[in-house]
């Protein structure tokens, strides 16, 4: 039996089979266990920021791994430190870190943060995603995902993402925080007028409630930026939570509090036994380092016009959305799994987020041959995807 075969008896059905079994990677390829290749144009979700086997990221992991592995929250090491300091520098601000091994632990950490204000009302934005633990899901708005856990923890209100007077009517003297993503990832990509975030910190001061900011799939060089706006001195949030690309596919996840916020938990508000462990602070600070020496911000912007304008030459991609190297497409049709299956079977991944939307976050090493070997193939999955339409 296959490994795919054999992941039904073993594994929970959380998220249905498996489209491949994977066996191998490099750059932005991978390969299956039948040997076939893929162009790998998700980057296992935002995560891959240098591909598969990057130099810098697997020496930086083995030499930690050899030196010093894990140490508990009883003890410190200097790449905890260091990532720390990296991640105040890259924002600009104050502040203080709390490093954990994931996006939901970051958003629990973040959440935790909000009611040591003494207050509990949240505001969070329709479509959007902040996880899967308790405190992240009662924020994150798709019924799907809340309604089989019923009842979650604390009172939100969501509100439509984009929309300043929304925002405006339901922030209150009790509101302890708002929390938005600057691009709304799982979604498909929404990006929100001009000025939004900017509006969101004026309505949260003039409350007394927090910004946060949800840069888990956005930060770490994924828009062309080290974030698509925690850095912005009109937004200026309070809270940053990062994770996905931090590490490049090592598990971390990190809690950014700024200024006052840095200093709402005390001593025995929070812990984790894992998070801060030095290989995965070892990891992002190689991931940090690579972006820098490579300058792969200036080469995801360039790359993301480049897949944005190829792609979008085809009538039959009404919108184009995103920075950098997170892109939504929006297709005329709801033909974005016929053109996921389509994809696959020509030897590229890429996902399909909602019936009419395909996202792409590769790798930001996606070399131009890469590129150019998608917007080649391009209208011809375009083609199969709407060939069975009205089938
Ligand atoms: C992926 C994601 C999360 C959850 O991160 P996990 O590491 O899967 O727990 C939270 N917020 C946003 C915006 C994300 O994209």
Redesign the pocket.
């Known amino acids: 039996m296959s490994v795919k075969e054999r992941y039904a008896s073993a594994l929970m059905n959380t998220f249905g089979p498996p489209k491949l079994a994977l066996v191998r990677g490099e750059g932005a390829h991978v390969w299956d266990e039948d040997g076939r290749e893929y162009v790998d144009l998700l980057g296992g979700i935002a995560v891959n920021a240098l591909g598969h086997g990057h130099p810098a990221l697997v020496d930086a992991v083995t030499t930690q791994l050899r030196t010093l592995g894990h140490i508990s929250n009883f003890f410190t090491s200097g790449p905890q430190v260091e990532l720390a300091e990296k991640l105040l520098a890259l924002v600009g601000a104050e502040g203080r870190v709390f490093v954990t091994n994931?996006?939901?632990e970051a958003?629990e950490a973040a959440l935790k943060v909000t009611r040591r204000t003494g207050r509990t009302h949240l505001v969070a934005a329709l479509e959007g995603?902040?996880?899967?633990t308790m405190g992240?899901l009662a924020l994150t708005a798709k019924a799907a995902y809340r309604e089989p856990f019923e009842p979650l923890p604390g009172e939100v209100t969501f509100v439509p993402y984009g929309d300043e007077q929304a925002l405006a009517d339901v922030v209150t003297d009790r509101t302890a925080a708002v929390v938005l993503?600057p691009l709304q990832?799982?979604a498909g990509v929404n990006v929100p007028p001009p000025g939004y975030l900017a509006a969101a910190r004026r309505i949260t001061l003039q409350h007394g409630a927090l910004l946060w900011l949800?840069e888990?799939?956005t930060g770490m060089g994924r828009t062309g930026h080290w974030f698509a706006a925690a850095a912005d001195p009109a937004v200026a949030p309070d809270l940053v939570t990062v994770?996905?690309g931090l590490a490049g596919g090592f598990p971390i996840?990190a809690c950014i509090a700024l200024d006052e916020a840095a200093h709402l938990l005390e001593p025995g508000n929070h812990g984790t036994t894992f998070g801060g462990n030095p290989v995965a602070c070892a990891a992002a600070l190689a991931v940090i380092g690579a972006i820098e020496d490579e300058n792969l911000l200036e080469r995801t912007l360039v790359l993301g016009q480049k897949l944005r304008d190829g792609l979008a030459a085809d009538p039959r991609v009404t919108e184009v959305r995103g920075e950098g190297l997170l892109i939504g497409l929006t297709l005329s049709s709801p033909r974005s799994a016929d053109l996921a299956s389509a994809a696959l079977e020509a030897g590229f991944i890429v996902n399909n987020p909602t019936p009419d939307r395909i996202r792409l976050a590769p790798p930001l090493v996606l070399t131009d041959a890469d590129a150019e070997a998608f917007l080649a193939a391009w209208p011809g999955l375009l083609d199969t995807a709407y060939s069975e339409e009205g089938a």
């Open positions: 994931s996006g939901t958003n995603f902040h996880g899967r992240a993503e990832g799982e949800d888990i799939q994770a996905k996840g």
